[in-house]
């Protein structure tokens, strides 16, 4: 399903190994073997992310 955005920017919510919810905004840089390489902007970093620990996501709204 988050496949679908490579090369787009999408808001997440994801459910961190300790349990934790967050809210992101990544860009989506690739999908392979059950993980998502993304640039997160909440941290400013490259970062990978479960696919089975995204609970929800959606196209995100930037402005210029």
């Known amino acids: 399903m988050i496949a679908k ?6 808001e997440i919510i994801y459910l961190a190994a300790d ?3 967050t809210q992101r905004t990544i860009f989506v840089h ?10 997160c902007t909440m941290s400013g970093a490259p970062r990978t992310f479960r696919i ?3 609970l929800a996501v ?3 709204v930037r402005s210029a």
């Open 5 to 10: 955005y490579t090369g787009r920017y999408v």
């Open 19 to 21: 349990g934790r919810l």
């Open 30 to 39: 690739g999908v392979r073997g059950g993980i998502v390489r993304a640039f």
């Open 52 to 54: 089975e620990n995204i």
């Open 58 to 60: 959606q196209p995100a």
